[in-house]
């Protein structure tokens, strides 16, 4: 018999300011965009071997089975999984309608519930700059 269960939280905050200027760039006075998003997530897989648990029922006295279940004890469930940790900010600043550039950092872990995956940390920066063209 196998057991799942999932449950998580995510947090995400915006904050965007128009009319910025860059200290170096003074003519410039458009949009600063900022983003911060931060999830845990947690994932475990009980798997309980069920012939062991009913030959252990089985071998109880018939009149145990029902009155006193504390007689009953279920084996250790083989237990997977893991927890995830992701944290991402953004900066971004649009220059014009046309040229917008964001910097993004992301950092991720996981944390394995069984020893036979290991434990694992990515961490990776983004920067793109957009530009769009148009013709009417």
């Known amino acids: 018999m196998i057991e799942r269960n999932s449950s998580g939280v995510r947090f ?8 910025f200027r860059l200290p170096f760039m003074r003519r410039f006075q458009n ?8 999830s845990y997530n947690e ?14 029922v089985l071998q109880l006295d018939q009149n145990d089975l029902i009155p006193d279940q504390s007689l ?12 995830r940790i992701q944290i991402a900010p953004l900066i971004g ?3 014009s ?13 996981l944390m394995p519930k069984s020893s036979n995956i290991f434990p694992r940390t ?12 148009r013709s009417n």
């Open 97 to 109: 309608q046309t040229v917008k550039m964001n910097l993004e950092y992301t950092f991720f872990k």
């Open 122 to 133: 990515d961490q990776d920066i983004r920067f793109n700059i957009i530009v769009s063209i």
């Open 93 to 95: 600043y649009e220059f």
């Open 43 to 56: 994932d475990v897989t009980n798997t309980f071997l069920l012939n062991t648990d009913l030959q252990q």
């Open 31 to 38: 949009t600063l965009n900022l983003r911060l998003s931060v």
């Open 72 to 83: 009953y004890n279920p084996g250790e469930p083989n237990v997977r999984g893991d927890n």
């Open 12 to 19: 995400s905050a915006n904050y965007s300011k128009r009319g």
